[in-house]
């Protein structure tokens, strides 16, 4: 391994999701000031809003769209428009 090619502040960090307080500690550079204690030892702390805890992706409260719907929608106004056309070329 290369010598003095990795990051010296490199360590455990706690992120906290501040939506439901979910905790995660990761190995991170990034800069923080405040600290959080767990399980007996002190990490520094990310406060961060939203993470695969609460997302509603990874969660299953995702809301999907009525794709069907929009599709269908779509053709009837094609349709209308097909006819008011065919209607003015007659005239």
């Excluded at 959080?36 to 993470?51: A, Q």
């Amino acid at each position: 391994m290369k010598k003095d090619i990795h990051p010296e502040n490199y360590r455990p960090v706690v992120f906290k999701d501040t939506s439901n307080g979910a905790e995660f500690i990761i190995s991170s550079t990034v800069n923080t000031k405040e600290t959080i204690e767990v399980k007996g030892k002190e990490y520094p702390l990310v406060k961060i809003e939203i993470s695969s805890a609460s997302h509603p992706f990874y969660t299953g409260t995702e809301n999907i769209l009525d794709s069907a719907g929009r599709v269908e929608k779509f053709k009837a106004r094609a349709a209308a428009s097909k006819d008011k056309a065919a209607k003015k070329s007659s005239k």
